[in-house]
């Protein structure tokens, strides 16, 4: 597994939606939009994130959450979107 | 309307205005004479089904001007349609169809008709419940029980057409009449921003509903199609006001669901400043009962929750050294109302008796009891102060703490666990949950989530978990001390 060190997208997801709470299980394959750690409030917040923090143009981000559901997912588009950034 | 009346009207703008548009979705437009088109499409899959004479009908609400048609379709043949969010588990809505007597379920197609599925159903799943009658009644809603599988509420025909009276006088809805559908079409908000208004020959801009959090399409979804008429909880109004935005082409909102916040209040009188503002109070079984007509040069806040509807009937009922009695002139009690838009009562017989009650000062009306506690003033205006029981409102939608928290007790490593209602800048009200890990057991709070996400619907999951190794604070009997693990998160005192 990642560590936070040097796994940004991980990072982000745990200060924003598990502030304080224990997030070692918190897998590649955790399913962030089932479990309701990221609702479609959170779900713009990250989509707004990924945009500002990889340069991707709002346009270009996908807005259905499939696309989000867990931390592979999100690491797999930022590296197609963003080739330089991962 | 639900109604007949709403179908001949709706039949009228198809000859009357057949370019009008009545729906606009996904950036396309869809004229009355397309709507029609679509409810023909969708009349002949319930014909040709082979279902023979059809008396109830489950639609799941999936927001399109597919479903909009098969509605109608459905409501012209004189069919019931129980319309529960499309977002229940499979398990809830069969449960739903069987408990409704009726096993067909239709969803609608892209592009105009149907696809019917007969549910095989537990036949006693329906003992104890009503059969809805398509005479008395169009249309079945369901309210939010915060777990498992939600109530069943018949909306009788007659009263839906005296609430569309009053709604398009009281807002000013007529063909020129341009309204934003934020919330589901499951919810009883449908019945003033959909189906109201169609019956009025308006425009319904439908949101899309995986999109509703987002406030850059909200507004040029808003701005784009010069909407006249907004109404929706909290939420939708702060999303609408985000960066400053503007509205010149709004002339109603209407606050409801929940309180409004008075920085929400501001926004939203200058983001509209061309609006008269109205809050609204009600709930699924009696639909709206008060209005407050908010003044921006002159109001109050918080917002009382206003004078009786016209035809409402509200007494305040409070505990009196002989029981409980009628509440004369000033004072806080629990609210019973009696609507002329109420329902008949919930088709599962047995909760009616805890719900519905003959006018306590005598008589024969029946009044709801709201479980809201409610202050009236010596001016005679009503303000919420809270509930009588454990119910909060998420994100506009009813929720016992009380049964979450009965869930996450059930976990088989959970020893005890309280749930609070927090406030939240975003969604006003949030969930957090204080739980008590049985000792040696490995449970996370991530674990809990998926847990709770695969056991209550999505607004009841917590939005944040406190594992703790020792017990809850309790109060002096001995149950958890809410209002203190309250306090605690309050101050940041994790």
Request: with cysteine.
């Amino acid at each position: 597994m990642s560590t936070v060190a040097n796994d940004p997208i991980r990072a982000y997801i745990v200060s924003e939606f598990l502030a304080g709470e224990d997030a070692e299980d918190l897998t590649d394959d955790f399913d962030l939009i089932e479990s309701t750690v990221v609702n479609s409030l959170g779900l713009v917040r990250l989509i707004s994130w990924i945009s500002e923090t990889y340069s991707i143009p709002v346009d270009d981000i996908p807005l259905e959450p499939a696309a989000y559901r867990t931390l592979a997912d999100i690491r797999g588009f930022v590296g197609r979107a963003a080739p330089a950034a991962v | 309307m639900p109604s007949p009346r709403l179908l001949q009207a709706f039949t009228r703008h198809v000859q009357e205005k057949p370019d009008s548009t009545a729906l606009v979705f996904a950036g396309r437009r869809v004229t009355y004479a397309d709507l029609d088109r679509l409810t023909h499409l969708a009349a002949a899959d319930l014909d040709g089904a082979g279902f023979g004479s059809v008396r109830a009908l489950c639609v799941p609400a999936h927001k399109s001007p597919e479903t909009v048609a098969l509605l109608l379709a459905a409501w012209r043949q004189g069919i019931n349609t129980l319309v529960p969010s499309p977002g229940l588990g499979t398990a809830a809505l069969s449960t739903l169809t069987a408990q409704a007597h009726g096993p067909l379920s239709a969803v609608a197609v892209p592009g105009g008709g149907a696809v019917l599925s007969r549910e095989e159903t537990d036949p006693t799943l329906a003992d104890g419940f009503s059969a809805p009658d398509p005479e008395e009644s169009l249309l079945t809603l369901t309210t939010s029980g915060s777990t498992g599988v939600p109530k069943l509420v018949p909306v009788r025909t007659e009263a839906f057409d005296r609430f569309g009276d009053w709604a398009t006088e009281k807002f000013g809805i007529d063909g020129t009449t341009s309204s934003l559908s934020f919330s589901p079409l499951n919810f009883d908000l449908a019945l003033l921003d959909v189906w109201t208004v169609l019956e009025a020959g308006g425009t319904v801009v439908l949101a899309d509903a995986g999109a509703s959090g987002d406030a850059g399409y909200l507004r040029d979804l808003t701005q784009s199609n010069e909407v006249t008429l907004v109404q929706g909880v909290p939420l939708l109004h702060r999303l609408l006001a985000a960066d400053d935005a503007r509205y010149p082409t709004v002339r109603t909102v209407v606050f409801t669901g929940e309180a409004v916040s008075e920085q929400g209040l501001r926004d939203a009188f200058a983001a509209c400043p061309a609006a008269r503002f109205h809050n609204v109070f009600g709930c699924t079984e009696t639909n709206d009962s008060f209005v407050q007509d908010i003044d921006p040069d002159a109001y109050v806040h918080p917002l009382p929750i206003g004078a009786p509807i016209d035809g409402t009937d509200a007494v305040l009922l409070i505990e009196g050294p002989d029981g409980t009695e009628v509440l004369r002139g000033p004072g806080t009690g629990e609210l019973l109302v009696h609507t002329p838009f109420q329902t008949c009562g919930y088709l599962e017989q047995a909760r009616n008796a805890h719900a519905f009650m003959p006018d306590p000062r005598g008589g024969g009306a029946m009044f709801y009891r709201t479980g809201d506690l409610v202050h009236r003033d010596a001016d005679g205006r009503y303000f919420l102060q809270g509930r009588t029981d454990f119910q909060v409102k998420v994100r506009g939608v009813r929720t016992n703490t009380l049964e979450v928290e009965t869930v996450l007790g059930a976990h088989p490593d959970v020893v005890e666990a309280a749930v609070v209602a927090l406030p939240c800048p975003e969604a006003g009200t949030r969930l957090h949950a204080e739980v008590v890990r049985r000792d040696g057991t490995s449970l996370s709070s991530l674990g809990l989530r998926a847990y709770a996400a695969k056991h209550l619907p999505r607004h009841a999951v917590p939005s944040s978990v406190g594992l703790a190794c020792t017990p809850l604070p309790k109060t002096a009997t001995g149950k958890p001390d809410r209002n203190s693990i309250k306090k605690t998160q309050l101050n940041g005192d994790v």
